[in-house]
């Protein structure tokens, strides 16, 4: 084992003041040989590193690590009961440990013993004796590079638990789209979703939808066929609903209700919903002409209202839906019943908001179900040049 050189250093002279440093960083240094370990503590004492520890050994310097975080490790090559390669091949093999700089500690003469701790994974090496400028650039160096490889993993972290956090944020996203509508979901997700779920009121446009002879196909076809019916009908209005921006409430058979202006808002709600309900009767056209090829005689009628409605999210704890409740509803829905196939019923107060932006024909004074009085009902044919 060599020993350390005289504890007097030309640049260190006995009565000079450690020099000021905000040097908190933990350092253990282990060597075997008492003058070794206490020449360096106090050399490292000067540069103004306080936090210090010493090992004798290599099996104490582990159980050390192991039990209090260091930042740097100052190790002696050539110690008994575990010596320095037995401790940087430990350190490697140990997740927590491995990324320590290690700086060995070593005799002028054992360049081949340095050249294999540093391929066994020590950051640099220390000459016995100690040189003070040359101490004072190899920990420092050390440590900055550690700092930097800390702040690097802290990142890497962070990263990971943000990309964790947004493919739970995706799945999250695509169950809550199997139950809301696109716009609803991702408001949830983006932290809007307690505040637009909570009941509240809002002028909304209101589109009901269903199938003229859907009683009687189902009475005359195999269930198969009205499955089959339903998903090409629903894939149909499905695409059209989410291009228009409208929110889906429900399916129910043939029935569908959309409804527009809530939870996002809209410039021109009433024109996002009749441009919707044109789409969907000249895309319906040829899947009643398939239907009809075989025997079905269906049609597609489509009502339209505008009016205040009270929204909110109704259901219980595992199964909930968002609710478009109001007169406006019931309104668009005896509109839908009053249409034939191929109309679009629209009452006189939601034609006042797209009058300049439709054409329409006038079908008097129409009495509906449930409903008191009777309503100026407008036929929606089409949009004008």
Known sequence: MSVAGSSQDASNPPNEEPRAAPKKAALLVVDDNEDNRYTLTRRLKREGYTNLTTANDGREALELLRS????????????????????????KADAELRHLPVIMISAVGEVDSVVRCIELGAEDYLPKPFDATLLR?????CLEKKALRDEVRDWNRKLEERVQEQVAQLG???????FFSPQLAESIVNGGGEDLLK??????????LDLRGFTAFTDSAEPEEVMALLGEYHRVMGRLILAHEGTLEHFAGDGILI?????IQLEKPAENAIGM?????QQFAPVRAAWKKRGFDLDLGIGVAQGYATLGAVGFEGRWEYACIGSVANLA????????????????????????????EPLGEVMLKG????????NITSLKS
Do not use: W
């Open 68 to 91: 209090k975080k260091f930042d740097l490790l100052l190790l002696d090559i050539m110690m008994p009961e575990m010596n320095g390669y037995e401790v940087l091949e430990h350190l």
């Open 137 to 141: 650039a190899r920990v420092g160096a």
């Open 172 to 178: 999250r996203l695509g169950r809550l789209k199997s």
């Open 199 to 208: 009941t509240h009121r809002r002028e909304v446009v209101v589109v009901f």
């Open 259 to 263: 409804f527009f202006n809530d939870p």
């Open 277 to 281: 309900a044109l789409e969907m009767q």
């Open 333 to 360: 829905s005896r509109l839908c019943t009053e249409a034939k196939g191929g109309q679009i019923l629209v009452n006189q107060k939601t034609l006042s908001r797209i009058e300049d932006a439709v054409e329409a």
């Open 371 to 378: 409903i008191a009085q009777p309503v100026k009902t407008f």
